[in-house]
């Protein structure tokens, strides 16, 4: 005889489970295998983030773009969660980010946008980093690529000053 396993598919993250069934004896005989071992795999939907633009001029009109995939069934809503490293200041330099970003059914990405803020500081380039995070009731698995940078160019001017006469009297 067959004993057939049908999994129940759900949302929850979770390890992959393994099922070990194992005959006991009784009035029959058992074979040169007892036992039989199935892996139920987990099927929750692999995340990864990417930049879409490197860079981005403080003076830009247009946002840059952290592009968030998942891969897996896109039937349902997936909110992913995020932290944000940066040297720049959120508030003064971009526009604050959420934590979080709604890839919404049926779809496989969702943008992040970085609004930048002019100012009229000269100040180093500002990279802004962004990590994808994951907690105890997540619904999804980190892929391979969890982090992503976009760089903020300052655009002020370079004012640089020269001798004409390294002898002047």
Do not use: M
């Not at 604050?96 to 709604?102: D, E, F, P, S």
């Not at 992503?148 to 655009?155: E, P, Q, S």
Request: charged fraction near 20%.
């Amino acid at each position: 005889g067959q004993i057939a396993v049908t999994p129940i598919d759900d949302d929850i993250f979770e390890p992959d489970e393994t099922l070990i069934v194992t005959l006991s004896p009784g009035q029959y005989q058992i074979g040169a295998s007892g036992s039989a071992t199935v892996t139920l795999l987990d099927n929750e939907p692999v995340v990864t983030i990417r930049a879409e633009d490197a860079t981005i001029s403080e003076d830009a009109t247009e946002p840059a773009r952290f592009i968030v995939e998942r891969s897996g069934n896109p039937a349902y809503d997936l909110i992913v969660s995020y932290t944000v490293w940066t040297y720049a200041t959120a508030g003064t330099d971009y526009v604050q980010l959420t934590g979080t970003v709604k890839i919404n059914a049926n779809e496989t990405s969702a943008p992040i946008e970085l609004v930048v803020h002019e100012d009229d500081l000269a100040e180093y380039d500002e990279s802004v980093q962004i990590w994808i995070s994951s907690g105890a009731d997540c619904r999804y698995r980190l892929g391979p690529t969890t982090d992503a940078t976009i760089t903020i160019l300052d655009n002020e001017p370079v004012v640089t000053i020269e001798a004409t006469d390294s002898e002047a009297a």
